[in-house]
């Protein structure tokens, strides 16, 4: 893992492209009082796909490629969403993850990108890893339907130890195609935070790549939700290549790595958040994963597969 790398900087690099040509891209660009820069990619920007592939990669801080490309579910050819990566673990962990919970007085929203590694939120991850940024400005994506009020963009850009001026805001929705094309892009990182879960030394993975289909959009807020969940636990694939040592430890993790290893596997997430009384945190913790999981290890030359593409999920999910 090259510590070095400044995921802010590598970041502001592609989203340059949605500042400097607005139009091209469906999104718009505001300036708040603070002097923060707000991308909006789908509250009443248009967004779209391309959108939502650079956004990706803004979301892995820089360390990553998107493709945009077709893939056959079962009887299904659906639009999907290929990333890439040479630095898996600073990529995810330490910037795609949505492991910021961003609320002021009535607005909530989820955080992921980053600028997380500048605040390091949360500090356990960046502990974990061994990774922090420290560059001038900062760079954040919100999953949001609402634009942030300008007492929220201070206290973001005082946590990421930057100016309001050094702060940029990229709100997606999650019913939005954008929003639907970043979620989606999420793949490797829901496996890496589940094998982490798993007790693989996260810093083990040295290349990753996955894909999973983007979902249609919907208008309410829990099926747009749901359908982007369940793109990636019933259609979502992640290959990781890792230098283990233990090829029956890696063996065992890799068999609960899937989502087939959760209790609530087996119907779309929408059932299974009702069942929780749309708590998240009444759901198997185990069912946030890959469909499928595979692991080569350098060490020995092994590779481990587990899970599986459910195409009749998806279908019922995607509303065929």
């Known amino acids: 893992m090259d510590k070095k790398l400044s995921v802010n900087q590598l970041a502001m690099r592609i ?31 248009e967004g779209g796909i391309e959108a939502g592939r650079l956004i990706t990669e803004i979301c892995m801080g820089g360390c990553s490629k998107a493709e ?28 795609q993850y949505a492991g910021w919970q961003i609320k002021e007085q009535d607005y909530s929203a989820i955080g992921s990108g980053p600028a997380r ?20 400005k900062a760079v954040m994506v919100m999953e949001t339907d609402k634009f942030p009020p300008e007492g929220l963009l201070k206290s973001i850009a005082n946590a990421c130890h930057v100016s309001a001026a050094d702060l940029v805001v990229v709100l997606t929705p999650t019913t939005s195609v954008a929003g639907a094309v ?25 290349h990753a790549c996955g894909c999973a289909p983007v979902p249609p959009t919907h208008l309410k807020f829990a099926n747009a939700m749901a359908r982007t969940n369940d793109a990636i636990l019933y259609g979502g694939t992640s290959h ?21 290893a959760s209790s609530n596997y087996g119907k779309p997430f929408i059932e299974v958040f009702k069942e ?35 195409a009749k999920l998806l279908s019922e999910s995607f509303g065929f």
């Open 15 to 45: 989203l340059n492209k949605l500042l400097e040509n607005p139009e091209f891209y469906n999104v718009k660009i505001e300036e708040a009082k603070s002097g923060a820069i707000v991308v909006d990619a789908g509250i009443s920007a």
């Open 117 to 136: 590694a500048l605040a390091l939120k949360p500090e356990r991850v960046f502990r974990e890893i061994g990774y922090r940024d420290d560059f001038n």
């Open 276 to 310: 929780a009384d749309r708590d998240f945190y009444k759901v198997d913790p185990n069912l946030f994963a890959p469909a499928m999981v595979v692991i080569d290890n350098l060490k020995t030359g092994k590779t481990f597969a587990q899970g599986k593409i459910n």
């Open 240 to 260: 990781y290549t890792v230098r283990y040592d233990d090829d029956e430890k890696l063996k065992e993790i890799v068999q609960k790595a899937p989502s087939t």
């Open 182 to 206: 970043q979620i989606a892009g999420r793949t490797i990182e829901a496996g890496v935070h589940k094998l982490s879960r798993l007790g693989l030394n996260p810093n083990a993975i040295i």
């Open 68 to 95: 945009i490309t077709c893939k056959k579910y079962g009887e299904l050819e659906l639009q999907s969403i290929f990333v890439y990566t040479e630095h898996p673990v600073i990529a995810t962990l330490g910037s």
